[in-house]
């Protein structure tokens, strides 16, 4: 039997509590036996301060090296406002993306049928909705050097920061973007600014350069990111894979994100190459939303952004797809049997917990097995 090492990370507020229920997932299919999951635990962000002074421990970074993959909560809290810079809760998440390289950011938007009426477009809209945004996450703009504010003297100051890509980095998320969509509906969108922008013109010589070589059988396109940011509120089932840069992916996976209805819905992965020596590929999976301190400790956290990352975890990590699928489904079953946490409540709907969410999860995957 396959065995995989997952390091959990449930972070600050309502990490824990979203983790926990994802921990019942992975139990479940623990039980059912068709692959191992071993879990070991560490601290991450406020967490982490209060224990050892760092966002995240050296220890913990070797766990996290030596992991299959990273499940990961989420950081941060008024309580850790005003500790050191460098530990501030942000910072564990920021190491981990950098020291592991995860230089690939996927954020699908699924518009669950039963939530269609949650999202702020029309229905007819987003009803089953199905793209992914993928966000090169490691370069660019919020990287480049130099970055700095310089006083002029004359009352003035000016500030730069440097939009800077190689090709080798526009080539590794451009593979990662073709490889997914032959996965999925074979279409990739890609987006930049090549009218104003240097790394624009280099960005959209790349993607279509390595096409040519070696994705031929996959439909490209090109869009300017702002075109593409009214299309995405527009028309957004037009697209599959949307590949951009770090800066524009930021902004347009917000906005997909909101396609959806709540944050309490929204899974990720990042992405790292995968290692020629072990075959593996370095990778962590958390939901978008942060620890969310106005609701923590009530169990009032929808559990799904965290169970669905963990569902990520297996169709990426561990090519487990049939599983991932199993778990998606049982989601998809929970939701049109009208089960709601707070966040996706219509007014006066009534809820179910954060345990009970889960619980509701787990049951619909013994219901899908059985069925
Ligand atoms: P947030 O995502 O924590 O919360 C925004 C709103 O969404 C809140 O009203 C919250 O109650 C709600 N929400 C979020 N997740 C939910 C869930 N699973 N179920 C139900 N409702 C949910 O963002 P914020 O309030 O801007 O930030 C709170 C803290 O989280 C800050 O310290 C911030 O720095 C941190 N943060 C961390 C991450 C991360 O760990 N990756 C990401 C974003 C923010």
């Given at each position: 039997?396959?065995?995989?090492?997952?390091?959990?990370?449930?972070?600050?507020?309502?990490?824990?509590?979203?983790?926990?229920?994802?921990?019942?997932?992975?139990?479940?299919?623990?039980?059912?036996?068709?692959?191992?999951?071993?879990?070991?635990?560490?601290?991450?962000?406020?967490?982490?301060f209060d224990?050892?002074?760092?966002s995240?421990?050296?220890?913990?970074?070797?766990?996290?090296?030596?992991?299959?993959a990273?499940?990961?909560?989420?950081?941060?809290?008024?309580?850790?406002?005003?500790?050191?810079?460098?530990?501030?809760?942000?910072?564990?998440?920021?190491?981990?993306?950098?020291?592991?390289?995860?230089?690939?950011?996927?954020?699908?938007?699924?518009?669950?049928?039963?939530?269609?009426?949650?999202?702020?477009?029309?229905?007819?809209v987003?009803?089953?909705?199905?793209?992914?945004i993928?966000?090169?996450?490691?370069?660019?703009?919020?990287?480049?050097?130099?970055?700095?504010?310089?006083?002029l003297?004359?009352?003035?100051?000016?500030?730069?920061?440097?939009?800077?890509?190689?090709?080798?980095?526009?080539?590794?998320?451009?593979?990662?973007?073709?490889?997914?969509a032959?996965?999925?509906?074979?279409?990739?969108?890609?987006?930049?600014?090549?009218?104003?922008?240097?790394?624009?013109?280099?960005?959209?010589?790349?993607i279509?350069?390595?096409?040519?070589?070696?994705?031929?059988?996959?439909?490209?396109?090109?869009?300017l990111?702002?075109?593409?940011?009214?299309?995405?509120?527009?028309?957004?089932?037009?697209?599959?894979?949307?590949?951009?840069?770090?800066?524009?992916?930021?902004?347009?996976?917000?906005v997909?994100?909101?396609?959806?209805?709540?944050?309490?819905?929204?899974?990720?992965?990042s992405?790292?190459?995968?290692d020629?020596?072990?075959?593996?590929?370095?990778?962590?999976?958390?939901?978008?939303?942060?620890?969310?301190?106005?609701?923590?400790?009530?169990?009032?956290?929808?559990?799904?952004?965290?169970?669905?990352?963990?569902?990520?975890?297996?169709?990426?990590?561990?090519?487990?797809?049939?599983?991932a699928?199993?778990?998606?489904?049982?989601?998809?079953?929970?939701?049109?049997?009208?089960?709601?946490?707070?966040?996706?409540?219509?007014?006066?709907?009534?809820?179910?917990?954060?345990?009970?969410m889960?619980?509701?999860?787990?049951?619909?995957l013994?219901?899908?097995?059985?069925?």
């Open positions: 039997m396959a065995t995989y090492k997952l390091f959990l990370l449930p972070g600050d507020g309502i990490g824990p509590e979203v983790m926990a229920e994802a921990e019942k997932v992975i139990a479940f299919f623990n039980a059912e036996g068709g692959a191992r999951f071993e879990t070991e635990k560490g601290l991450v962000g406020g967490s982490a224990a050892h002074g760092a995240i421990s050296e220890a913990d970074m070797e766990r996290a090296q030596a992991s299959d990273i499940l990961f909560g989420a950081v941060g809290g008024p309580k850790w406002a005003n500790v050191p810079y460098e530990a501030r809760p942000e910072a564990g998440l920021l190491r981990l993306r950098k020291d592991l390289q995860l230089y690939a950011n996927l954020r699908p938007a699924v518009c669950y049928p039963a939530l269609a009426s949650a999202s702020s477009l029309k229905p007819e987003v009803e089953g909705l199905d793209i992914l993928l966000r090169e996450l490691t370069g660019g703009v919020y990287f480049g050097e130099p970055k700095t504010i310089t006083d003297g004359n009352g003035q100051k000016r500030a730069i920061d440097t939009q800077v890509y190689d090709t080798y980095e526009i080539e590794r998320i451009g593979r990662v973007a073709f490889d997914l032959r996965k999925r509906r074979n279409k990739v969108t890609s987006s930049e600014k090549h009218n104003v922008m240097k790394s624009g013109v280099l960005w959209k010589e790349v279509t350069a390595l096409h040519k070589r070696e994705f031929a059988d996959v439909q490209l396109e090109h869009q990111a702002d075109a593409l940011g009214m299309q995405l509120v527009r028309w957004p089932k037009q697209f599959d894979v949307i590949v951009c840069d770090n800066l524009f992916g930021d902004m347009l996976s917000d997909a994100a909101m396609l959806t209805g709540s944050l309490g819905m929204l899974p990720s992965a992405l790292g190459d995968v020629p020596k072990t075959a593996k590929r370095k990778a962590l999976y958390e939901p978008v939303h942060g620890s969310a301190p106005d609701i923590a400790g009530k169990g009032a956290a929808n559990p799904i952004a965290m169970i669905g990352s963990f569902a990520m975890c297996l169709r990426y990590s561990f090519g487990l797809g049939a599983e699928d199993r778990l998606e489904a049982a989601i998809a079953k929970v939701l049109a049997d009208g089960l709601r946490t707070r966040d996706i409540a219509a007014p006066g709907e009534a809820t179910i917990s954060t345990s009970e889960g619980d509701a999860v787990v049951a619909a013994g219901g899908a097995q059985a069925a």
